[in-house]
């Protein structure tokens, strides 16, 4: 059987154009959140089983790439269910591995807990564009901060990051599951219906209010009350405005200071911000992750269709794992989005001091050779990226493709010279 070349569908090879983007996209998130006061961590990429399938995750929970029991463990000849064959999986996230850490070791950690963790995550999904199996997540987390002081800081940093990769005029889109709640209970949906409905109020961006009645229709509905939900939707603004006619509107089923905690986060971001964007209330974003109590955000960038980022509180699922509720809330961003429209734009990576390239000829002499490479440890040491390599017979083709890496500086050494 021959061998195959090219990488696992959904998976990728990268090259060293992406590579250095990536790098340096990297740095920028860990110097940045860093400046926020994040502290870094690492988990496993392999979780128990039964953590991934706690019902915390969503649909994630159908696509978790599952490891099969190892050595004795693993008897297919008497396995009567999945159970006696799985007992861990590939993390599809890093919110989940973060709740199990955080409860394994919080009283060796600061409270509140400010976390930064990136790392792979694989999910058994179709690849599409921007999409992958295996992908890096980047996600910052405060973990026992009650207060809106955690969202604040999330939106702050995370756009203070997004501005420094020289992206403009993004909006942060941001909602609340108990304003959500509150409209579908006002309209008449039962409770146990509200993640129906809340399934296909996420495609209003997609099919329009008028989609949005057709399919609530069909799922047996009352036509007036999802005219009474839909009418919502025309009269609330994307502004303070907008989060003032809810709490208005809502009394009796929303919480007054559920509004209020909203208008604290909006003025105070706008207020804050250093980067150019918009922060925008958007009663219709739903975010699809079960687990969120709270406040929920998403970031887009003007000319990309999908999100590139996004996050809430999620007050409940710490809890879990050690039976005490511990407030939490999060913020990721879309790392692979992020990397693919710098790539998209040709964005060129800043050299700082510079990149610097020496052509040796070959047959220098060892003497020769050594005060070269003396000499290109005394600039690496002065800051400068220094790249040996001797000549090559096409000399010219092998500058211009030094130069398309971005060595402008090239230097030529030749044996009866040095």
């Known amino acids: 059987m021959a061998l195959k070349k090219k990488p696992v569908t959904g998976m990728k090879d990268i090259l060293p154009k992406e590579m250095e983007i990536r790098d340096y996209v990297i740095r920028m998130i860990k110097d940045t959140y860093k400046s926020f006061g994040f502290l870094s961590l690492e988990t496993p990429c392999v979780e128990h089983i039964e953590n991934l399938s706690s019902k915390q995750g969503?649909?994630?929970?159908?696509?978790?790439?599952?490891?099969?029991?190892?050595?004795?463990?693993?008897?297919?000849?008497?396995?009567?269910?999945?159970?006696?064959?799985?007992?861990?999986?590939?993390?599809?996230?890093?919110?989940?591995?973060?709740?199990?850490?955080?409860?394994?070791?919080?009283?060796?950690?600061?409270?509140?807990?400010?976390?930064?963790?990136m790392g792979n995550v694989w999910r058994a999904d179709r690849p599409q564009r921007g999409r992958f199996r295996q992908f890096m997540q980047c996600d910052i987390d405060i973990l026992g901060e009650p207060t809106v002081l955690a969202e604040i800081e999330l939106i702050l940093a995370t756009s203070t990051l997004i501005g420094k990769l020289d992206f403009e005029n993004f909006t942060i889109r941001i909602n609340d599951r108990k304003i959500l709640k509150a409209m579908a209970a006002y309209s008449g949906f039962p409770e146990e219906s509200y993640d129906t409905v809340f399934i296909i109020l996420d495609k209003m961006d997609?099919?329009?209010?008028?989609?949005?009645?057709?399919?609530?229709?069909?799922?047996?509905?009352?036509?007036?009350?999802?005219?009474?939900?839909?009418?919502?939707?025309?009269?609330?603004?994307?502004?303070?405005?907008?989060?003032?006619?809810?709490?208005?509107?809502l009394e009796g089923y929303l919480d007054a200071s559920t509004a209020e905690d909203m208008e604290t986060i909006i003025t105070s971001v706008d207020a804050a911000k250093t980067a150019n964007f918009q922060i925008q209330f958007d009663p219709t974003l739903v975010r699809g992750m079960s687990y969120y109590t709270g406040p929920i955000f998403e970031i887009s960038i003007d000319g990309f269709g999908g999100s590139v980022g996004g996050?809430?509180?999620?007050?409940?699922?710490?809890?879990?794992?050690?039976?005490?509720?511990?407030?939490?809330?999060?913020?990721?961003?879309?790392?692979?989005?992020?990397?693919?429209?710098?790539?998209?734009?040709e964005y060129q990576v800043p050299q700082g001091e510079g990149k610097k390239a020496y052509l040796i000829e070959k047959g220098m002499p060892a003497e020769g050779m050594v005060k070269l490479l003396a000499q290109a440890a005394k600039e690496r040491q002065a800051g400068i990226q220094v790249s040996v390599s001797m000549m090559k017979k096409n000399k010219k083709f092998q500058k211009e493709q030094l130069m398309q890496e971005g060595y402008q500086e090239i230097e030529e050494f030749f044996k009866d010279r040095v």
């Not at 057709?214 to 025309?234: A, C, M, S, T, W």
């Not at 509720?325 to 734009?345: D, K, P």
Request: aromatic share 10%; net charge negative; glycine share 10%.
């Open 58 to 117: 969503g649909e994630n929970e159908k696509l978790i790439f599952k490891i099969l029991k190892r050595g004795e463990k693993l008897k297919l000849e008497t396995a009567a269910c999945e159970a006696d064959l799985v007992d861990g999986g590939l993390r599809y996230d890093l919110t989940v591995p973060l709740s199990r850490f955080y409860s394994n070791n919080a009283n060796e950690l600061p409270s509140p807990f400010k976390a930064l963790q």
């Open 206 to 249: 997609k099919i329009g209010a008028e989609g949005v009645a057709r399919e609530l229709e069909n799922e047996g509905f009352p036509v007036e009350g999802i005219h009474k939900y839909l009418d919502l939707f025309q009269e609330i603004t994307s502004d303070i405005r907008g989060v003032r006619y809810c709490k208005e509107k």
């Open 311 to 345: 996050g809430g509180r999620y007050d409940e699922m710490i809890g879990k794992f050690t039976g005490n509720q511990t407030c939490a809330c999060g913020f990721s961003i879309g790392f692979e989005r992020i990397v693919m429209l710098l790539l998209e734009r």
